[in-house]
């Protein structure tokens, strides 16, 4: 099973690129533009123990 994912590149939503990853514990989406992201997507990753999303410009992260 996959425990780790690193991303620079995200072509699709964050829900979408975690589907199946029940298993992941560490997460990495460093420097994607990302402006959200969803609580919904990381409760696909229940088991999720480090979240990176330095240079992102984020404005949300949570409910939607």
């Known amino acids: 099973s996959?425990?780790?994912?690193?991303?620079?590149?995200?072509?699709?939503?964050?829900?979408?690129?975690?589907?199946g990853l029940q298993s992941l514990e560490s997460l990495s989406f460093y420097d994607n533009q990302l402006?959200?992201?969803?609580?919904?997507?990381?409760?696909q990753v229940p088991g999720l123990k480090f979240l990176d999303l330095d240079k992102n410009p984020l404005q949300r992260v949570g409910p939607g």
């Open 2 to 19: 996959i425990t780790e994912f690193n991303s620079t590149s995200l072509c699709v939503g964050v829900k979408q690129a975690l589907e």
């Open 35 to 43: 402006a959200r992201v969803p609580r919904r997507a990381l409760e």
